[in-house]
């Protein structure tokens, strides 16, 4: 006989933590496209600051997880950055197109992580299906720019 131990919370931001890097690597791609299709210039600063406020999620992810349950932390952690970048998107691209563009892209990504964490016997399967997926769609949409100009 064999016990089957479930997931708990510390597993759990473990697993959220070891999709960092994706996380942060897709959002400034993003913001990288961004800049590219629009014409708008982003500071290595501002691009820092974007880079500190996804750091800030892992962070408070933790925090909150200690003091209630691991899906309402995940929901306050990342509906908190997914603000906070909308509201600094707005001002760094002037554009609400682009910052609400972002966003959804951000909820959909933190979406999708909070899936495959959930997920125990299929988080391979779901995660490199999803990763296809988003590398196929930058693929199709970055098709068309000009990378020599």
Do not use: C
């Not at 993003?30 to 820092?48: C, G």
């Not at 970048?85 to 909070?114: D, E, G, N, Q, R």
């Amino acid at each position: 006989m064999k016990l089957i131990e479930p997931v708990d919370e510390y597993q759990q931001n473990e697993r959220s933590s070891k999709y960092g890097f994706l996380v942060i690597g897709l959002t400034f791609l993003v913001f990288f496209l961004i800049q590219t299709i629009s014409k708008v210039n982003i500071h290595i600063f501002q691009y820092t600051m974007i880079g500190l406020a996804l750091i800030m999620f892992y962070t408070l992810l933790i925090s909150i997880t200690e003091h209630s349950s691991f899906t309402l932390a995940y929901a306050i952690a990342a509906a908190s950055v997914i603000i906070m970048l909308l509201l600094y998107s707005v001002s760094v691209l002037k554009s609400t197109k682009y910052a609400i563009f972002i966003s959804l892209s951000l909820t959909a990504l933190y979406s999708f992580i909070y899936v495959i964490i959930q997920l125990e016997d299929y988080a391979l399967l779901v995660g490199s299906t999803g990763l296809f997926l988003i590398l196929g769609a930058v693929m199709y949409f970055s098709r068309k720019i000009d990378w020599n100009n």
